[in-house]
């Protein structure tokens, strides 16, 4: 039997964003960078690799969502079996993706191919158990809520560190553009996301357990579930199409701006690098505060309308930014970048929440749990967004003049780092927008659908008890 859900199995099992984080906001941030002005590629080719690697990723995701809704071991449940063997490996990974092997430029590029895609079926393994766990750390929708701030807030912890302390310790390492001062960095990085993935993992072993009644054929007075049927949590599911139309679109704005954040300080802001780590620290001061704020927000508007006012606001910082970067005033810029930042950590938080509520809509709609085949949808989508935001950024840069080897850039790349961190983003920020207008729950309608969810669990305990 389950065990029962205790603030501290929720504290505890949400360090293990603070291991996904690290590694996932020191890619976001550096790899980019890494290729073009340590590994030697260009800009557009270094795009290319992050697309075709993250497509051939995605298309693994919901195999690896419905793996993990099959699996049901005596000895590690369902979800910890994937994190626990999976961290080391994707620990690894992470340092080969920040390695430079001396070899032609041709190998380079196919090193670079080779350990991007490593890195992104790695983390698959492991960010889509890691992700579907909170379906089993309450069933209530507005303390999930509350479990996706503090899990966040763990993030964005590990988000300071990388964004804030990175670029010092490589400056007393020897420079950003030493080879030799990322290798400490990124080994240290990969030793503490994979001891704090393995330990995330553990906290949660009483309530992650075997199930004796999973592979009946009638358990639930059902036949067994085909692989086909299964795919309906995703098909046929208004709510989670609807979030991550919005969540996708908002990742596409952010990775964007992520990529090409120390571009922008470097050649916009005059070498104005130093400004990224207080970003950092904001970053970090908003999460942890959301743990005591996101419920109420949350409980008064609901996702649908905490999404769509955070992204006009997000919107209205980002045209803020487009007339202060060009008059090089850094109050407005950090003033923009500071709201941009902590409201899409709000919408973050809410979207990751909206997509457990979209595998309990679907569960209502269809009869079918398939918790971690509609969590790997959202890793799909994040991935699709990071393929296709670094693609796009690689070849508006290459196709504007960017070089690796200018201390300063042209007119025309200048403009292009620019209007990509600021137009580009207030497109999606209306697509979003739109998305969430269509989105079929209000706070009225997630009240409804946790009394169904309960009304389902009930009818399950008496059948298992039966």
Known sequence: MKGKTS?????????????????FMFVSLYIMYYYTNILGVSAAVAGTIFMVARLVDAITDPIMGMIVDRTNTKKFGKY???????????????????????????????????????YSLA?????????????????????????????????????MAVTSWVLPLMDRL?????????????????????????????????????????????ELGKPKVSLRESFKVVTEN????????????????????????????TYNLAGRTDLISYLGYVGTIVAFAMIFFIGPVAKNFGKKKGIIICDVICAAATILLLFAAPQKNLVLVMISFIITSGFFSITNMLSRAAVLDAANYAQVKTGIDGNALVSSTFTFVNKCAQAFSAAFAGSILSATGYNAELTQQADGTLKA???????????????????MYFYPMNRKGEIELQEKIEEIRVKEAEIKGA
Do not use: H
């Open 7 to 23: 603030e501290k199995n929720i504290w505890l099992y949400s360090t293990g964003n603070f291991a996904n984080n690290i590694i």
């Open 80 to 118: 910890r079996p994937y994190i626990i063997f999976g961290a080391p490996f994707l620990g690894i990974i992470f340092v080969l993706l920040f390695t430079t092997p001396n070899v032609s430029m041709s190998g380079k590029i196919f090193y670079a191919y080779f350990t991007y895609i490593l």
């Open 123 to 159: 983390w698959t393994c492991v960010q889509i158990p890691q992700l579907a766990l909170p379906i089993i750390l309450s069933d209530d929708i507005a303390k999930r809520t509350k479990v996706q701030a503090i899990f966040q807030s763990f993030g964005a912890f590990a988000s």
């Open 174 to 218: 020897g420079g950003q553009d030493n080879p030799q001062a990322w290798t400490p960095i990124v080994i240290g990085f990969s030793v503490i996301a994979t001891i704090v993935f393995i330990l995330s993992a553990m906290s949660v072993s009483k309530l992650d357990v075997y199930n004796p009644n999973k592979n009946k054929e009638n």
């Open 238 to 265: 208004r709510a989670l199409l609807c979030v991550l139309i919005a969540y996708g679109t908002d990742m596409f704005a952010n990775q964007i701006g992520s990529s090409l954040r120390i571009y922008f300080f």
């Open 417 to 435: 780092i620019l209007y990509l961190m600021t137009l580009v983003p207030l497109v999606a920020y209306a697509a979003t927008v739109i998305a």
